[in-house]
């Protein structure tokens, strides 16, 4: 059966990392071999590429290095989706990022503090799209003036001058998307008592 040419880049690439790792680690030839049962030639020529690896003397190798089989055949791993992430004082706010690609719209979970609801206005590159979870929003957005509620959404070009905080009663909780080179986010909100507006 024919590789393909993906299979024959893997499988030249594991001689290489085989002789790194042992190195790496400080073994000899001759060790590896009393380790493995595997005589020093073949294990010379595994490392050299003039060998094709198969199972059964990976196998042992990785045993006697103590690593997972992967690590010698190079196999991708799968990254944890789950994002590990500590909260941070920003403005005085409580930010959570929910995200951790910096190439890509950036998600945050906001905890605003009643204290802060005194507007100050900026404007930047960008489009942000945000939803209150709890608490009342105050948003200013050019010359809007809006008070938002839980289960509401905003949607806006963050090069109008915004702000948006608390309204004085309470803290607000929101989530928060932001495209730092005003990429559009894909849902979309409502005013209260506006008709939706056609994507």
């Given at each position: 059966m024919e590789h393909s040419a993906a299979t024959d880049r893997l499988l030249a690439e594991i001689g290489p990392r085989l002789r790194r790792v042992r190195v790496r680690r400080d073994v000899t030839l001759a060790s590896l071999s009393q380790a493995t049962g595997i005589s020093t030639s073949t294990l010379s020529r595994l490392e050299s590429g003039r060998r094709r690896p198969s199972l059964e003397l990976l196998l042992p190798i990785a045993r006697a290095h103590q690593i997972p089989l992967d690590e010698l055949v190079g196999a991708a791993e799968t990254e944890d989706p789950r994002v590990r992430v500590s909260p941070r004082s920003v403005n005085g706010m409580t930010v959570l990022p929910l995200s951790r690609?910096?190439?890509?719209?950036?998600a945050y979970r906001m905890v605003i503090?009643?204290?802060?609801f005194v507007p100050e206005p900026s404007a930047h590159e960008g489009h942000e799209w945000l939803y209150v979870l709890s608490g009342r929003l105050r948003l200013l957005l050019?010359?809007?003036?809006?008070?938002m509620n839980p289960g509401e959404a905003a949607e806006f070009d963050t090069r109008l001058?915004?702000?948006f905080g608390s309204t004085g009663e309470g803290a607000v909780e929101i989530l928060s998307l932001f495209g730092s080179h005003g990429e559009r986010v894909h849902l979309r909100g409502r005013a209260r008592g506006d008709r939706e507006r056609p994507a």
């Open positions: 690609r910096p190439d890509r719209q950036h503090p009643s204290s802060r050019a010359e809007q003036d809006v008070v001058p915004h702000w």
